[in-house]
């Protein structure tokens, strides 16, 4: 279960129903002209509110098993997934048996990102 944690400053603002990143950022958004720029200060002023953006979930799989798959599977492509997840038997150390029992779903993304490009599953 992940934990909820409060911020001492916010990471964004809520103004009229948008948020932005910061006052510089809706600055840039939203203001053309300098009669925009004079209402924007009063309405920044009066309106903007701290946001809290939720930080988003990462899937994460063990250094130690992307090790093991990385130097097994190094030039895998995408269309061989489902066969390298098929043939892996875990022959590995007893923790990445275990590892490997309980999480097919991530090591099949951690290797779909390896094969793509793309970072997925982060490593811890």
């Known amino acids: 279960m992940r934990e909820e ?8 603002y809520l103004l009229h129903g948008t948020t932005f990143s910061s006052k ?4 840039e958004l939203l203001v053309h002209n300098r009669e925009q720029e004079l209402r924007f200060h009063e309405i920044w002023d009066e309106d903007a509110q701290p946001y ?11 250094k130690s098993v992307a090790d093991e798959l ?8 995408a269309t061989d997934i ?9 022959y590995g150390s007893r923790a990445f048996v275990n590892y490997y029992f309980k999480n097919k779903n991530i090591i099949a ?8 490009g793309v ?6």
């Open 5 to 12: 944690r409060k911020m001492k400053e916010p990471n964004g």
């Open 24 to 27: 510089d950022a809706a600055f």
């Open 52 to 62: 809290y953006f939720e930080t988003p979930y990462r899937l994460t799989i063990p």
């Open 70 to 77: 990385d130097s097994d599977f190094s030039d895998i492509d």
């Open 82 to 90: 489902g066969y390298v997840l098929d043939q892996t038997g875990p």
């Open 109 to 116: 993304l951690y290797l779909a990102g390896k094969a793509l």
């Open 119 to 124: 970072d997925l599953v982060k490593v811890v």
